[in-house]
């Protein structure tokens, strides 16, 4: 799982790339696990914990822009 300091360093295109990323491991892992073939269940919960970390950091860095 990635730690939230990693994440803040990285710049904005950054971050949506891993987002893009994320969101296409998450689409294979939840394939797997319809199909019993999931090797790391708790792999799951990683990608979406760190998924709700990027877009929280996006949506604060937007914030923060507004203002």
Not at 11 to 37: V, W
Request: no cysteine; net charge positive.
């Amino acid at each position: 799982m990635a730690k939230i300091a990693d994440l803040t360093a990285k710049t904005s295109d950054e971050l949506s790339s891993q987002l893009g990323e994320l969101k296409r491991e998450a689409f294979n892992l939840r394939f797997q696990a319809a199909t019993n073939q999931l090797e790391k269940p708790s792999r799951v919960r990683e990608v979406r914990r760190t998924i709700a970390q990027i877009k929280t950091l996006q949506t604060a860095r937007v914030a923060a822009e507004a203002k």
